[in-house]
Nanobody, 115 residues
Framework: QVQLVESGGGSVQAGESLRLSCVAS????????MGWYRQAPGHERELVAT??????ANYAESVKGRFAISRDSANTVTLQMSDLKPEDTAVYYC??????????WGQGTQVTVSS
């Protein structure tokens, strides 16, 4: 069974930064894609950024230049968020999957940005 545990959410002012981290445990393929999605109230879950172990990062247009995704190993992923905006407020979910998209999700961590 795969488990994803996120950390690092919180409440900040616009323009500030936050760092989200996620650690996966269980049966994990060494080649995989980990990433971050978010869901704001009344909205569908949307991609923020993903990064394969053997590929390049993919970012949502709304976060390009402000967020950076990185990985230290096959079972960790970090999202550095800078210049946060109120519209970034959402529950952020860590994901783990492969070619066909996410298969596992974390429990979510709240990010709140006030103006």
């Amino acid at each position: 069974q795969v488990q994803l545990v996120e950390s690092g959410g919180g409440s900040v002012q616009a323009g500030e930064s936050l760092r989200l981290s996620c650690v996966a445990s269980g049966r994990i393929f060494s080649i995989n894609t980990m990433g971050w999605y978010r869901q704001a109230p009344g909205h569908e879950r949307e991609l923020v950024a993903t990064l394969p172990t053997n590929g390049t990062a993919n970012y949502a247009e709304s976060v390009k230049g402000r967020f950076a995704i990185s990985r230290d190993s096959a079972n960790t992923v970090t999202l550095q968020m800078s210049d946060l905006k109120p519209e970034d407020t959402a529950v952020y979910y860590c994901s783990l999957g492969g070619t066909y998209g996410p298969r596992h999700w974390g429990q979510g961590t709240q990010v709140t940005v006030s103006s």
